[in-house]
């Protein structure tokens, strides 16, 4: 018995291959988040995420997708078509760590100069803005977190089950804990 409850919105979309993923695809545990790399909400929960995953270790995997909100964040889709850019050159979390550790600084000469910091070239980075080649992915994302019932960013899931709580480290341990295969 997990203890997992199913009257909370159910993710649409299961974490699968396509998706960013650290840890382990037999863990117990799958956190996934829909974030947003502007928003300062996700910011406060970037160093929380990263808590989670040390206490809970091995049995715990960390999934990210996006939700720009465009509307209010005017640096966050190109963000996020950055991210996505470096995933194809395996450094997506790299990448996601850097943007959520100076959020102040999402413009596009901060990103290229990021890129530059990382080891990857801005050249392409300035392609694949041009080319739109990510958008498509990140609208996936966006599109999954819709039906999926995500209005805002963060939005967790535990276990494919959105987490309707607060959010604080607290609060989203214990409801990690709760889903724990006894």
């Known amino acids: ?17 396509r998706d960013h993923v650290e840890g382990d695809p037999s863990s117990p545990l799958t ?27 091995a049995r715990l995997r ?8 465009t509307n209010v964040h005017p640096h966050a889709q ?25 959020q ?13 910091v990382l080891g990857l070239g801005q050249a392409s980075l300035e392609r694949a803005w041009a080319a739109y080649t990510y958008v498509p992915r990140i609208k996936e994302d966006f599109l999954g977190g819709i039906r999926s019932g ?3 960013t963060p939005t967790f899931f ?3 089950v959105r987490h309707d709580g607060p959010w604080d480290l607290e609060s989203l341990a214990a409801a990690l804990s709760a889903q724990e295969p006894r």
């Open 78 to 102: 190109r963000a996020a078509e950055t991210a996505e850019w470096a995933g194809s050159q395996q450094a997506f979390w790299r990448m996601h760590d850097a943007l959520y550790e100076d």
């Open 1 to 17: 018995m997990t203890g997992r409850s199913l009257d909370g919105p159910q993710l649409t979309v299961p974490v699968g291959e």
């Open 104 to 116: 102040a600084h999402l413009g596009d000469a901060a990103l290229l100069a990021r890129a530059r």
């Open 31 to 57: 956190l996934l988040e829909y974030g947003d790399f502007e928003c300062p909400q996700c910011g406060q929960a970037y160093p929380l995420v990263r808590e989670l995953r040390r206490r809970f270790g």
């Open 150 to 152: 995500v209005d805002g």
């Open 62 to 69: 960390f999934a990210f997708r996006h939700f720009p909100l």
């Open 158 to 160: 535990i276990n494919g």
